[in-house]
């Protein structure tokens, strides 16, 4: 039996597609035939690698195929534009959204972040954009006012509303005998 061995000469490439087809800023594909673009490049018509346009402040992104705003700008069309970042608020990321929150103690108000005000008796939530108010007392309006419990009640778990002792049932805003 005889085994025939085929040899490449060293530095063949076995790609099947002519190298001057390939246009510029273009490689053979690693894998199967053909070419794809280098990096910063993309296809144009089949014939043609185009340098992909990059707007001011902006950077290649990491696949090469396209590009992300600097830190302090978001992206908008094709462009990317400057993040203002209103008193009372902190940058974030600008990829989505607007690229700012407001701080804590502070709420949104369209594009501006504005102080909680914080009545007498309450403190800042957990949220930090509201308020409540202290145990033993209730939200009214924009105020917190005394709890009033009546006989035969008990401050409930918030300690922001009252309940009716065991034994009693709530009548017309007063505890009563089952």
């Given at each position: 039996m005889v085994v025939a061995v085929l040899l490449a000469p060293a530095g063949t490439a076995f790609a099947t597609d002519d190298a001057s087809d390939m246009p510029l800023n273009a490689r053979a594909k690693d894998y199967g035939?053909?070419?794809?673009?280098?990096?910063?490049?993309?296809?144009?018509?089949?014939?043609?690698?185009?340098?992909?346009?990059i707007p001011a402040?902006?950077?290649?992104?990491?696949?090469?195929?396209?590009?992300?705003?600097?830190?302090?700008?978001?992206?908008?069309?094709?462009?990317?534009?400057?993040?203002?970042?209103?008193?009372?608020?902190?940058?974030?990321?600008?990829?989505?959204?607007?690229?700012?929150?407001?701080?804590?103690?502070?709420?949104?108000?369209?594009?501006?972040?504005?102080?909680?005000?914080?009545?007498?008796?309450?403190?800042?939530?957990?949220?930090?954009?509201?308020?409540?108010?202290e145990r033993g007392y209730k939200k009214s309006g924009a105020t917190c006012v005394a709890l009033a419990v009546p006989v035969n009640a008990h401050t409930d778990y918030s300690g922001n509303d009252w309940a009716c002792d065991p034994g009693f049932r709530l009548y017309r805003n007063e505890c009563a005998v089952r």
């Open positions: 035939s053909g070419w794809e673009c280098d990096r910063g490049y993309l296809k144009g018509d089949n014939t043609a690698c185009v340098a992909i346009e402040h902006a950077y290649l992104d990491a696949s090469g195929s396209g590009w992300k705003c600097d830190r302090r700008y978001r992206k908008d069309s094709n462009s990317c534009v400057a993040i203002v970042v209103p008193s009372g608020a902190y940058l974030v990321d600008g990829s989505y959204g607007q690229g700012w929150e407001c701080n804590r103690g502070y709420r949104q108000v369209r594009d501006a972040c504005v102080a909680v005000d914080i009545p007498e008796n309450a403190y800042l939530d957990r949220s930090g954009s509201d308020w409540s108010c």
